[in-house]
């Protein structure tokens, strides 16, 4: 056989191009907290799961294909909040309201006109709410069925 490997990937460029490659894939999300105890606490009140303590000043909460992951950096600085938010989809909204209500964590900030921390339908269809941790990572809770995908 001297079919060498140049040969091999000309000959299947063609259908290479015809099928997109595949992107990347998300699998972690990075926030930082000032407090490993109180954030595992919050997140897995808030989350109504339990969070699964690793080394390093980690606590790794799995959100279906992603996993959140919580970083106490308090011992080298101060925590630098997320981006703008981080969205979560989930099917029961009103209970995970609920949760953030008790939490006292719901966001006082304006979206599109409406009270960010109550549960609207946003003008692009989703019903949704957003939140924030005590280390200012803004969160966003969209209901199932809801999403819009852009």
């Not at 897995?44 to 799961?49: A, E, Q």
């Not at 950096?73 to 925590?79: E, I």
Request: proline letters at 5%; aromatic letters at 10%.
């Amino acid at each position: 056989m001297s079919e060498n490997k140049n040969t091999k990937r000309g000959a299947n460029k063609q259908s290479d191009a015809e099928e997109p490659a595949e992107g990347p894939r998300l699998f972690r999300i990075n926030v930082e907290v000032g407090n490993l105890d109180e954030a595992a606490e919050f997140y897995g009140k808030l989350f109504g799961l339990t969070g699964r303590l690793q080394a390093g000043s980690r606590c790794y909460f799995t959100c279906g294909a992603v996993t959140l992951q919580v970083v106490d950096v308090s011992s080298v600085r101060a925590p630098h909040p997320a981006a703008k938010a981080l969205y979560f989809v989930v099917d029961d909204l009103d209970a995970i309201f609920k949760r953030a209500e008790a939490l006292r964590c719901l966001s006082k900030e304006e979206v599109h006109g409406e009270p960010g921390g109550q549960i609207s339908v946003r003008p692009w269809g989703e019903r949704s709410f957003y939140a924030e941790d005590k280390w200012h990572n803004p969160l966003c809770f969209v209901e199932e069925g809801t999403i819009y995908p852009g």
